[in-house]
C-alpha cells in the first residue's frame, strides 16, 4: 500500500529542525525523504505485514551542507496527526 507510507520528524520538526536557518538544506532533506518514501512503498508493498528484520538506522550526506539519519519502520503504525 504506497499511500500508508510517510515520513515525520521525529519527534517533531521543532526538535530536529528548529534553529536551523538554512532553509535550502531542510528542503533538501525534506525532498529525499519524499524520495525514500517511494523507495520504502516498493521495497516493502505493506509494510505492517514485514516479518523480517527491522531496516538498520543509515545516513546520508547532501553536498557540503550537512547530513541526516534515517529508518524505515515497517511495522510501526501511523501517528494520528490529532490533538
Known amino acids: 500500500m ?7 520528524y521525529d ?5 530536529v529542525i528548529g534553529g536551523i536557518d538554512n532553509l535550502a538544506f531542510i528542503a533538501q532533506v525534506e525532498e529525499r525523504a519524499d ?9 516493502y508493498l505493506d509494510g505492517t505485514k514485514y ?3 527491522s531496516p538498520r538506522v543509515q545516513e546520508e550526506t547532501l553536498d557540503a551542507s550537512g547530513m541526516f539519519v534515517y529508518r524505515d519502520s515497517c511495522r510501526k503504525p ?4 490529532r490533538g
Open 51 to 53: 516479518t523480517g528484520l
Open 2 to 8: 504506497a499511500d500508508a507510507w510517510s515520513w515525520e
Open 35 to 43: 524520495e525514500l518514501v517511494r523507495a520504502a512503498a516498493a521495497r
Open 78 to 81: 501511523r501517528r494520528s496527526r
Open 11 to 15: 519527534p517533531d520538526a521543532n526538535h
